[in-house]
């Protein structure tokens, strides 16, 4: 099952991960102007060698070997890797330990390519949150102890912002008592919302960042909307993103909430465009 073949090769890569998060660090700067360590290309590697060849008709996008010439063979292919091998570089590199190794997995549909497997490993949190035959489930890694995860149910205050949110927005904070929390990685934002730790979260993220913790978060009642309406983003083609350009690419164009369906009229109330 290819579901448990992402589980079992993140559980052998997290030492690993985990021996550079604590070592030095070889930084240098990208087109984007974010940064990228030696270890982002490491472990991007061990991820492409293990999951490239495993599905015959499936393509390798990952954050750091994306290629701006094979935009248009991306989604000819009927499986996608969406490949994050480290989600909050400035936090790892900072020694800070909110930061992910992601691995989604979208087939190709009618309407476009879906989320249908993934998997987020948050090493120096002990924790890895996955989905598996349509179910979604949290590991605590230093016990292996797997815990299936249900619908969230409590109405959590806490708001997951971007590092950015408050350029272009405020936050009502009156709304729901409403708590926000920054933690300078995208895939957390998304999966502590699919668990029920946060009400919601907004963002225009990378394909990379969102398509592991989309195939958990669907299993849970949460979903991607586009903020100004609310429709259910569930598919994607290469029209949503921009591509052609270094500093955005694979980044969608237009702003969702992800949330359940009730605390999207909330996370409306809540954050507020200048």
């Given at each position: ?39 982002d ?30 935009y ?18 400035v ?30 490993l ?54 729901n ?6 933690v ?7 999966a ?5 730790r ?12 969102f ?9 849970l009642?949460v ?52």
């Amino acid at each position: 099952m290819i579901e448990n073949l992402i589980i079992n090769f993140l559980l052998e890569i997290s030492p690993e991960v985990m021996r550079r998060f604590n070592g030095n660090h070889d930084i240098s700067i990208k087109p984007d102007d974010s940064i990228v360590t030696d270890s982002d290309k490491h472990i991007e590697g061990l991820l492409k060698d293990k999951f490239s060849k495993i599905l015959p008709d499936s393509y390798f996008l990952g954050e750091e070997s994306s290629d701006q010439d094979e935009y248009g063979k991306v989604f000819d292919n009927e499986y996608i890797w969406a490949i994050d091998p480290i989600d909050g570089t400035v936090n790892f590199a900072s020694g800070i330990p909110f930061f992910a190794v992601s691995v989604g997995l979208l087939k190709k549909g009618a309407d476009g390519h879906k989320p249908v497997a993934g998997a987020v490993l948050f090493p120096a949190l002990n924790e890895m949150f996955y989905s598996r035959d349509n179910k979604s489930y949290s590991m605590q890694l230093d016990t292996g102890l797997e815990t299936e995860l249900q619908k969230p149910e409590s109405e959590s205050s806490v708001v997951m912002l971007t590092d950015s949110f408050y350029r272009y927005y405020d936050l009502v904070r009156e709304v729901n008592n409403a708590q926000p929390r920054q933690v300078g990685c995208t895939v957390a934002n998304i999966a502590y919302t699919a668990i029920g730790r946060s009400m919601g979260t907004m963002t225009a993220a990378h394909l990379w960042d969102f398509a592991a913790s989309l195939a958990i978060a669907k299993n849970l009642g949460v979903d991607m909307r586009k903020y100004s309406d609310g429709t259910v983003k569930d598919s994607f083609n290469v029209d949503d993103f921009i591509v052609g350009n270094k500093k955005s690419d694979w980044r969608m164009k237009e702003m969702y909430v992800i949330s359940t369906q009730n605390n999207y009229a909330l996370m409306k109330q809540v954050m507020k465009e200048k």
